[in-house]
């Protein structure tokens, strides 16, 4: 990221200038939630102010504002991940993506005999849902398994890929590990097997550059909260042919085109999809942050995050008995790790003492602990915004927490 001057960047994030206990924050939870540059505040202050009004209902003025601001976002958003617009469902965020996913699609078709197959490393938004579909259908949890350093084992999944399975859940980078799954040769083996893919971009889409078109998935979620946007957005990309063959599960306003008690017309999807009044605010808020990340450039921004990937990596060898969990070659930048004889959730407590805030616990991803072992580990997710004096601070905290607990 040569051209971004970072330090005018990191002035975006007012949060980023707090203290906590006394001490200048650092926050390295971003793969929990990313801060929000003063652009998507203002623009949800400014809906607010200026043009408050419902979606798609009323012809007056602000209606019409409102209406346009919340499409544009949709079109932003579109443009980012390089899909249609109109394959775009607007949501809460990726929980409620997969769960679409989980009633509209898998609940109707799935049956006794048919497998789900689900990658070790997958968040409980991605493996949940799936459950509930089986329990409730009779189809199967198949399980794909890692190899030690946090990738997947590839050829391992491609023999699960049996004439059973009928879709794949996989995340394109892992929250816990940071693994780059490589998706589209993934998607490809899938699709040559007839098994439909829904990817879970929740960890790729605010760290690199994407072009969901070209992984070939047939379904893919994002949250807009990690992405620099405000919390309660997201979106399901879906093939056309999948949300014009999918029955909406929620019902209500806004998602239909006339409503009797002989029975209902449904909108075109996406609207279909999108019953009640949404977060329009938000999605507003989105559309900033979408349009944040572009001026920026998502290539700048995965350039940065490697290069502080790389410093906080070296910087960790300096603490004594740590080991970092998720060593797969080109991985976001995500550390998971441990620290011999120190329990991850003190640590994290008395790093918060020092204004450093890191993630403990088990990160939504029991089965992945599971295979690894351990019950908790701590987590320092970083983002273009944190700077390499930062990560400094952060080693130098753990070094004398360690003392502190070792
Ligand atoms: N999947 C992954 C990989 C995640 O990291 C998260 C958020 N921790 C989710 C899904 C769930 O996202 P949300 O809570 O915004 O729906």
Redesign the pocket.
Do not use: I, L, P
């Given at each position: 990221g040569g051209r971004v001057d970072w330090g005018r960047v990191r002035a975006d994030f007012p949060l980023l200038m707090r203290q906590v206990h006394g001490k200048p924050l650092v926050y390295l939870d971003n793969?929990?939630t990313s801060q929000k540059p003063l652009p998507v505040i203002a623009a949800q202050d400014e809906f607010y102010r200026r043009y408050n009004a419902n979606v798609s209902r009323a012809v007056h003025a602000l209606g019409t504002e409102a209406t346009d601001a919340y499409e544009a976002a949709r079109a932003k958003l579109a443009g980012f991940l390089n899909v249609r617009a109109d394959e775009l469902v607007l949501c809460?965020?990726?929980?409620?993506a997969i769960n679409l996913v989980a009633y509209s699609w898998a609940l109707p078709r799935l049956k006794e005999g048919d497998t789900i197959l689900v990658s070790r490393m997958e968040?409980h938004?991605?493996i949940v849902p799936w459950q509930l579909v089986a329990q409730r259908t009779g189809a199967r949890i198949r399980v794909a398994e890692l190899l030690p350093d946090g990738s997947l084992d590839l050829e391992g999944l491609y023999r699960a890929m049996t004439g059973e399975v009928k879709l794949l859940a996989v995340?394109h980078v892992?929250?816990v590990l940071g693994t780059v799954n490589p998706v589209r040769e993934i998607c490809r083996e899938a699709r040559r097997r007839g098994i439909v893919t829904v990817v879970?971009g929740?960890?790729a889409a605010p760290h690199m550059r994407l072009d969901v078109a070209a992984i070939g998935c047939d379904f893919y979620a994002i949250?807009g909260?990690?992405m620099c946007g405000p919390t309660g957005t997201?979106a399901l990309w879906a093939r056309r042919e999948h949300l014009e063959a999918m029955p909406p599960f929620i019902g209500g306003g806004e998602m239909i085109k006339e409503v009797s008690f002989e029975g209902t017309v449904f909108n075109d999807p996406p609207h279909k999809f999108e019953a009640g009044t949404p977060n329009i605010a938000g999605f507003v808020g989105l559309g900033a942050a979408v349009d944040y990340l572009q001026r920026l450039g998502m290539d700048n921004v995965a350039a940065r995050e490697a290069g502080l990937l790389a410093h906080a990596t070296e910087a960790l060898q300096a603490v004594p008995g740590l080991r970092i969990l998720g060593t797969a070659p080109g991985k976001a930048a995500v550390i998971s790790f441990l620290v011999e004889g120190a329990h991850a959730h003190d640590m994290a407590t008395l790093l918060d003492l020092e204004g450093v805030a890191v993630r403990s616990g088990q990160h939504?991803a029991h089965p992945l602990l599971q295979y690894f072992g351990v019950a908790a580990t701590l987590r320092a997710s970083l983002a273009f915004y944190n700077t390499h004096e930062e990560i400094d601070r952060f080693v130098e905290a753990l070094l004398k927490v360690r003392r502190l607990l070792c």
């Open positions: 793969a929990n809460s965020g990726t929980t409620f968040h938004a991605n995340a892992s929250n879970d929740s960890q949250t909260h990690k997201g939504c």
